[in-house]
């Protein structure tokens, strides 16, 4: 009794440590957690660092980053206003700053770089094309000045520029976090790593915007085509099956007339020998209304029951 009495108490505190381990969980300065259950979000996201606890087996933590995170943009060839192309490389630096909207929009990190490249890739295309270079590449206006000896002036420091590139940054940076509000993050520095602009190269953006173009087309396409094929299927399955469960009603309702019709020839043909001939009548008048019309012509031999009706009928 007394070692049963051991095995159970060492049963329990097994089974203690196991429900202890699987409800307590440590959140680390660097971290922030959103609780799950079922796969859906439960409670406040927990921010503060420490010991925390969750209901074993069937909650879930979920830890995300509280640091700054980077974004490396892949450097791309865009068009400006005045029809320049340059080649940017960008980058920026951003922040989960909800986490609980983070997870129910991103569900984890890399559905947010992914996102970000959307985001920032495009505010970068579009607040370039709607700019002269000079604006991306220059943040003042500088004093014109000579090359030496030969007097030729720098031809960029002739223009004047009224945005440059310390706004332009600045108004990417802002368009961009209206994008990311309701996405859980903030995104808190973008920058232009390198502007390089490209000579003779204004073919091959075409041609690639164009590709690009076809390309979206072709997946546009694709899916619409693919639905049409999804949706012509469900409909013939759902004919064949309507059709199907038809053909065997009508089916079964004619074999349940024809047996009934039958039962009551049946009974009819076995009561009476006047029964019998009314019964041969009505078979052979029904003989003659589907086979005979106005225009038939019939070769008969006088044993024949039909013949023997029609004799009758004289």
Request: aromatic share 10%.
């Amino acid at each position: 009794m007394k070692k049963h009495k051991i095995i159970i108490s060492i049963s329990s505190l097994i089974i203690l440590l196991i429900v202890l381990f699987q409800s307590a969980f440590i959140v680390k300065e660097t971290e922030q957690v959103v609780i799950t259950q079922f796969g859906k979000p439960v409670g406040e996201a927990i921010t503060e660092p420490g010991l925390k606890f969750k209901t074993p087996f069937i909650q879930k933590t979920n830890y995300f980053e509280k640091r700054y995170m980077e974004w490396d943009g892949d450097p791309n060839q865009v068009p400006t206003k005045d029809k320049k192309f340059i080649f940017v490389d960008t980058y920026a630096r951003w922040q989960i700053s909800d986490p609980l909207q983070f997870f129910i929009r991103m569900t984890n990190e890399r559905g947010a770089q992914t996102r970000l490249d959307d985001i920032l890739d495009g505010e970068t295309r579009d607040y370039i094309a709607a700019h002269d270079l000079e604006e991306a590449v220059r943040s003042e206006n500088r004093v014109p000045a000579s090359s030496g000896a030969t007097g030729e002036m720098i031809a960029d420091t002739l223009v004047n520029i009224s945005v440059g590139r310390q706004e332009l940054q600045r108004m990417i940076l802002v368009s961009a976090n209206k994008k990311a509000m309701d996405l859980g993050i903030v995104i808190l520095d973008f920058r232009f790593k390198r502007i390089n602009y490209v000579d003779e190269v204004s073919a091959q953006v075409y041609e690639r915007m164009k590709s690009e173009r076809f390309r979206i087309a072709d997946k546009f396409r694709s899916e619409g085509q693919g639905e049409a094929s999804r949706i012509n299927g469900e409909k013939e399955r759902e004919l064949k099956a309507i059709q199907s469960e038809a053909f065997r009603k009508a089916e079964e309702i004619k074999g349940k007339a024809d047996a009934t019709a039958a039962s009551i020839y049946a009974s009819a043909y076995d009561q009476t020998t006047a029964s019998r001939d009314l019964y041969g009548f009505l078979k052979s008048m029904e003989t003659f209304e589907k086979t005979f019309d106005t225009s038939t012509s019939v070769i008969l031999s006088t044993d024949s029951e039909l013949f023997k009706y029609l004799n009758s009928m004289k």
